[in-house]
């Protein structure tokens, strides 16, 4: 899940690189790469997807600290205009770790295919890494299966290497970290809770939000206006919280209309609406 972040040169975990620099050319895996790494041969090294969490280090799960810690590399994923990616903050606060890390740069074009080529070229130096029996661990913010990069290079890996050994650490996702700052739950009892991916504007303006107790609005930085009018027309009575940037330096959490309109656009933000608000 990951597009451009023209607002903010800090990188949520939605697009990674091959190397450390954030100018790469557009990559092209060539057949005879492909072919090399021997897709269908049996392989003993293991690759896991490491949630690490919205930002803040205290939040990573004592499993996945122990997986970054005994990992061969640890890739962590970073986009094309990013210094320095979320994830790998959060990795480098783990101490002792036995291997080194490195960078995956992963296209956030809203062009798919460019996209897919980062992907491919990215599930190349993954399966060059299992090739030789190491342990490879994915750091992804939040938790690497709920719109993550994760799942596109895990699928691609798994072409490459339909054997290898695939394990996933859940992370704590944004939204858990949200709630948490006003002490609410998201959900109760028989109410339904709804995620939309809100950097799609047409998505906020789906009808399951007149279905939803409770609504998540991710990644709101280019549609944050369109979004709060779409919950004015379908859940004109809910609660809203925004949240940006958790864990993070310049975290920014509010909770009234007139705040949250006067806000600057963030990438690494999002909108929880609550039907009935409880404490």
């Given at each position: 899940m990951n597009e451009a972040n023209p607002i903010s040169t800090v990188t949520g975990d939605d697009s990674p690189a091959l190397t450390a620099t954030n100018t790469a050319p557009k990559p092209a895996a060539s057949d005879a790469a492909r072919n090399s790494i021997g897709a269908g041969k049996t392989t003993s090294g293991i690759l896991y997807g490491v949630?690490?969490?919205?930002?803040?280090?205290?939040?990573?799960?004592?499993?996945?600290?122990?997986?970054l810690r005994a990992a061969d590399i640890i890739f962590d994923i970073v986009g094309p205009q990013s210094t320095l990616s979320v994830s790998a903050r959060v990795v480098d606060t783990v101490d002792n770790r036995r291997g080194r890390r490195e960078n995956l740069l992963f296209s956030m074009s809203t062009d798919p295919a460019v996209r897919a080529e980062y992907v491919e070229k990215a599930a190349l130096r993954v399966a060059?890494?299992?090739?030789?029996?190491?342990?490879?661990?994915?750091?992804?913010?939040?938790?690497?299966?709920?719109?993550?990069?994760?799942?596109?290079?895990?699928?691609?890996?798994?072409?490459?290497?339909?054997?290898?050994?695939?394990e996933i650490v859940p992370g704590i996702?944004?939204?858990?970290?949200?709630?948490?700052?006003?002490?609410?739950?998201?959900?109760e009892d028989r109410e339904v809770l709804t995620v939309i991916p809100a950097w799609d504007r047409e998505a906020n303006d789906h009808?399951?939000?007149?279905?939803?107790d409770t609504a998540v609005l991710l990644k709101t930085y280019r549609s944050r206006e369109a979004a709060l009018k779409a919950l004015d027309r379908h859940m004109p009575e809910a609660r809203l919280l925004y949240a940006a940037r958790l864990g993070l330096p310049g975290e920014t959490v509010a909770d009234d209309r007139e705040t949250i309109d006067r806000l600057p656009p963030e990438y690494l933000s999002l909108l929880v609406a609550r039907r009935r608000w409880r404490r």
């Open positions: 949630g690490v969490g919205p930002g803040d280090p205290g939040l990573l799960t004592l499993k996945a600290a122990a997986i060059e890494v299992l090739r030789q029996g190491l342990t490879a661990a994915v750091a992804t913010i939040g938790d690497p299966l709920i719109y993550s990069t994760f799942g596109y290079l895990r699928r691609a890996v798994l072409e490459l290497l339909p054997g290898v050994r695939v996702t944004s939204f858990q970290a949200a709630a948490a700052t006003r002490g609410t739950a998201l959900v009808q399951v939000l007149e279905h939803a």
